[in-house]
C-alpha cells in the first residue's frame, strides 16, 4: 500500500472536520462547472452569444469546443510543472488559493459577454476553465493524506457526492430565479457569471480553515523553474517504476475525453438534437445531479470492497451503455411509437437516458482520483495529480476539439458516437493496469525514500 501523511507521526492526525473542508472544495467548485460549462453559459454562448449563423449552429460549437481545448492545452502544459514545485515547496494550499481566486473573477468576469461579444466569450472561458481545472487537480492532490488507502474511495466519493450537491442547488436557484438561457432572458441569465463566482467564494471558505498542509517543504531553495523542470525530469526517469500509474493515465486520457465531451455537449445537445423544452432541460438537471451523487457515493464504498480498478472498469462499460443510448434516443422514441401506438416524445425517453449518465459520471471521475492516490507516494502526490490533471486536459483537448470538427461535417448526432469509441479504448488500456503491483510500487519508492528497508 501506498504511505501517506497520515501515517506519519509527525503529522496532526486527521479528523471528520478536515475531511469535510476537503469536500467542500467539491460542493463549491460545481458551481463553476455546471452553471458555466454544462448547464448555462454553455447554452447561451452557443445559441445567443454566437447563435445560428445559417450553419445549424456549428460555428457556435466548434468555437466553444475551441474555448474549452486551449483551457486544457494550458493545463497540459503547466500541471505537472505546478505539481512539482507544490510538492517541493509544500505549497498545495497557496497554489489551490491562487486558482480559487482567479476562477472567481474570470468567472465573475462573464457578466460582459453579451451577444456578438464572440471573442470576449472565448477568452473569458478560457481563463476561468483553466483555473477551475489546475484548482481541481491541487484539491486532488490533498487525498492521498486524508486516510489509508483501503478508505481513500469511500472519502473522494463523498466528496464527489457532496460536488453534485452543491451543484444542484447552485444550478438550482439559477434556473428558478434568473430563467432560461434565451435572447429574451439575457438581461437576467448573464448574471450566471458572477453568481457562481460568489457561490464558489462562499462555499469553499471551509476549505482554506481546516485543510491542512501536511507535506514538509524541501530544505534546499531553488527557483521554481529549476524545482519543476527538475522533479518533472526525474519523474519521467522513473516511469519504468510506477508503469500501472503511466498505464492508467494512458486509460484516463481516452475515458476523459468521452467525458469531457458529455460534460461540455450534454445540454446543447439536448437543445439542439432532442429538441426539449425547459422544465425537461431542469428535471434532467435534477436527474443527472441526483444520479451523479447517488452513483459517486455508492461506488465510492463498493470500491473500497472489490477494488479501485474493477469498479472503474464497470463505470466505463456504463459510459458505453449510456452514449449508445444518447446517440439512439430519437431513432428509439420514434420506433417506440410506430411499434406500440404510443405518441412519446424524444426528450422523455432522454430524461431515462440521463440516469444512466449520471450514475457513470459520478462514479468514473471519482474512481479515477482515487487509483492516481493509491498509485501516488506521499511526496509526489502534487506531481502525479499534477500529471493526472495532464491527462484529463489532453483528454479535453482531443476529445472536444475532435467532436468539434467532426459535428461540423455529420452533425452533433453522429459525432457523440465518438466517445463510446473512446471509453472502449479507455477499457482495453485499463486491462494492462495491476492495482496490487501500482500500490506496491509507490510503498517501495516511499520505503527506498526514507532509507527503510522492506522488513522493516
Not at 434532467?284 to 463498493?302: K, N, S
Amino acid at each position: 500500500m501506498s504511505v501517506t501523511a497520515a501515517d506519519s507521526p509527525q503529522s496532526p492526525p486527521v479528523t471528520r472536520r478536515e475531511i469535510f473542508g476537503w469536500a467542500m472544495f467539491d460542493f463549491a467548485n460545481q458551481a463553476y462547472t455546471l452553471l458555466i460549462i454544462t448547464v448555462v453559459f454553455g447554452e447561451l454562448f452557443t445559441t445567443v452569444i454566437v447563435g445560428d449563423r445559417g450553419d445549424g449552429y456549428r460555428l457556435a460549437n466548434f468555437l466553444w469546443s475551441l474555448a474549452l481545448a486551449a483551457s486544457f492545452l494550458l493545463v497540459v502544459v503547466t500541471g505537472p510543472l505546478c505539481g512539482a514545485v507544490m510538492d517541493y515547496r509544500a505549497s498545495k494550499k497557496q497554489f489551490l488559493f491562487i486558482s480559487y481566486l482567479a476562477t472567481i473573477v474570470t468567472s465573475a468576469m462573464l457578466y460582459f459577454v453579451e451577444p456578438g461579444y464572440v471573442l470576449l466569450g472565448v477568452v473569458l472561458i478560457t481563463l476561468s476553465n483553466y483555473a477551475y481545472s489546475m484548482g481541481e487537480s491541487f484539491i486532488a492532490a490533498f487525498l492521498p493524506g486524508l486516510g489509508p488507502p483501503e478508505k481513500l474511495g469511500s472519502i473522494s466519493g463523498f466528496g464527489w457526492a457532496l460536488g453534485y450537491v452543491g451543484g444542484m442547488v447552485a444550478a438550482g436557484f439559477t434556473l428558478a430565479v434568473l430563467g432560461e438561457s434565451s435572447a429574451e432572458n439575457f438581461e437576467r441569465i448573464r448574471w450566471v457569471g458572477p453568481f457562481a463566482a460568489v457561490f464558489f467564494l462562499l462555499a469553499a471558505i471551509p476549505t482554506f480553515l481546516w485543510v491542512k498542509e501536511r507535506a514538509q517543504p524541501h530544505p534546499h531553495q531553488q527557483s521554481f523553474t529549476a524545482i519543476a523542470w527538475q522533479r518533472v525530469s526525474t519523474t519521467f526517469q522513473e516511469l519504468r517504476h510506477f508503469r500501472d500509474l503511466a498505464w492508467f493515465l494512458v486509460s484516463v486520457m481516452f475515458s476523459m475525453a468521452g467525458v469531457y465531451i458529455i460534460i461540455a455537449f450534454a445540454f446543447i445537445y439536448g437543445a439542439q438534437v432532442i429538441g426539449w423544452d425547459e422544465s425537461t432541460r431542469n428535471l434532467m438537471f435534477i436527474i443527472v445531479q441526483i444520479t451523479a451523487a447517488a452513483g459517486a457515493l455508492g461506488f465510492g464504498f463498493i470500491q473500497d470492497r472489490i477494488g479501485t480498478r474493477v469498479t472503474y472498469l464497470f463505470t466505463l462499460v456504463l459510459w458505453v451503455l449510456a452514449v449508445l443510448a444518447i446517440w439512439a434516443t430519437p431513432e428509439v422514441t420514434a420506433w417506440i411509437n410506430a411499434i406500440f401506438g404510443v405518441n412519446w416524445e424524444a426528450q422523455q425517453l432522454f430524461l431515462v437516458v440521463g440516469c444512466l449518465a449520471g450514475l457513470s459520471l459520478g462514479s468514473s471521475q471519482s474512481a479515477s482520483r482515487v487509483l492516481v492516490g493509491l498509485f501516488s507516494p506521499q511526496q509526489k502526490s502534487a506531481e502525479f495529480f499534477g500529471f493526472w490533471g495532464q491527462a484529463n486536459k489532453v483528454a479535453g483537448v482531443v476529445g472536444i476539439i475532435g467532436l468539434g470538427m467532426l459535428q461540423s461535417l455529420v452533425g452533433l448526432q453522429s459525432s457523440v458516437l465518438l466517445c463510446a469509441a473512446f471509453f472502449i479504448i479507455a477499457i482495453l488500456i485499463c486491462l494492462k493496469v495491476n492495482q496490487a503491483r501500482g500500490q506496491g510500487a509507490a510503498r517501495e519508492w516511499e520505503l527506498k525514500r526514507n532509507h527503510i528497508t522492506p522488513d522493516a
